[in-house]
């Protein structure tokens, strides 16, 4: 039944309604009705809809560039290989998968590896993911997916325990593992429906910008030399002083990230040239390779700020990795940071095929997001610092505005200033991007309580850390007074102190029961639909119909519809 709908959409493409995620669940459980089944099997049949969609584009990609995500074979023993999934032999059914995915091209690994892949998949490094999982595990590693508009497909099974069953067959069984299915869906058998456009070229290219060695060229035409020294295979000790700050530089540039902010310079740009071309306009468009050279400015601002945040924050994880001044101490990752923040400003000033008007232009669009965004995180560090532990809802929010939305905001000006288009038909970009940036941080704000696989970090380390958050304003606003006063005390004797993994663990757990009694988690997802709902609103106002639909992707990449709360349990 899925199929089908999925195939009657062939000729119109996916309509708009079930982009969204509520959209989607409501043709879900439209199907469930029509075939008289639980409304437990509405998840199920959301995630059939959308493998559905993407079928065509995933048995058509090019090889070696579609990763297979495949669990373990429940009955498996011994050690598996490092991120290949565990099998009991060569007569596994995960190994028949396995040979049939390898011989069309495609990439195999565990579906231990979602998150890193989904990180592949927005950097462009891979053109479609084909997950086969539990559906809870499916849900956490691809919620935050515009799963209408990236070629994300997944297949659910069951859960079980291996040790019941004697051989792998009945295991399968049970599991649910549909075979057939998956097959279809690697483009081993048969089945099409419509291709939906996506925006994975583009992410490419912006990621594809920030290699050692596409960084070093981009750098040398701009007249910027000796940026990036060549690297060392001697280790960091063998480093001469005088590379030490441009190579530590440049690992950190190309370290990780989803180079979210180059992109949309890059697709705002694409897009208005499309508009302008399609309406017979004349005006005079930067040269392209300029826009990338802006894009990429935008990126060096931000991985500086990453470093300072990380100083400040005293966070010891960033990409999976030991933060910069985890690993060569803070005097070191504040000047990394500097220099960083002074090669963003040389890019600007170097560029050429650009007027001086509009050069001014964007140095000046960039300084004024610096600027926010160090009186939001000055904001932030003075309230950390005070006794006195009031904050508002409001406040934090004003706080993320300025923390947040400043980076989004001007890789969408910029891409409009280089496009020679002014703001008379460009609508209210301003709370567009607040919305999206606010929206964007409740979200993390969110995912804190479940630890941050992206980035390795653990459990609310916001509140270890002593950090604002809407949910701790949420919280002190509607916790009666004693339970106020007892949060604010569990707040004082975690911050900043080395406890036990013990005492650290009841502090956290003793929170989250806080925050569960003021009913936080479902407030703060209130207020995320809210912020979505607004900038949705604010995107409208454009009058370019191809930057409204980058916006659009924007938003459901920065801020997903959520269906229902899977954050905390």
Known sequence: MASDLASSWHSDRVPSDAKTSLGLKKYAETLVQRASADCEHVGWTMVTLVSEIWRTHLSAGSSGRRLLLLPDCPVATGKPQEGMPHVCGPQCSIVTLWSAARDSGWVVESSSRAVDAIGDLLSGQLDGILGVAHLEDLEKAFRKLPVSRLPVAAVPIESIQGDQFDCCSDATTAQMIDVDWVLGLLGV???AVTPVGDYLPLLREASEMFTQDALRERFEGLGIRNIIPAQSSSGISAIPPLQSTGLLASDFLTRGGKFLRPFITLAIFDALMSDIQASGLHVCP?????????????????KASLIHDDVEDQDDKRYGRPTMHAEFGVPCAVNVGDYLVGLGYRIVSGLQGIDQSAQTIAVSLLADAH???AQGQGAELWWRDQADKRLSPEDALSIYGLKTSPAFEVAILMGMHLAGVGSERSGDIRNFAYYVGTGFQILNDLKDWTGDLENDRQEASDLLGGRPTLMWALAMKHLKEKDAEKLARLAR????????HDIHAKSIADAKQLFLKADVFRRAENIVSDQRSNASFAASSCKHPRVREVLEFLLDLAVPEQVESNMVS
């Open 189 to 191: 058998a048969g089945g």
């Open 371 to 373: 600027m926010r965004l």
């Open 286 to 302: 930067t040269p392209r390779d300029v826009v990338k050279s802006c894009a990429v400015a935008i990126e060096v601002f931000h």
């Open 493 to 500: 004797q975690t911050i900043g102190n080395d406890h036990s």
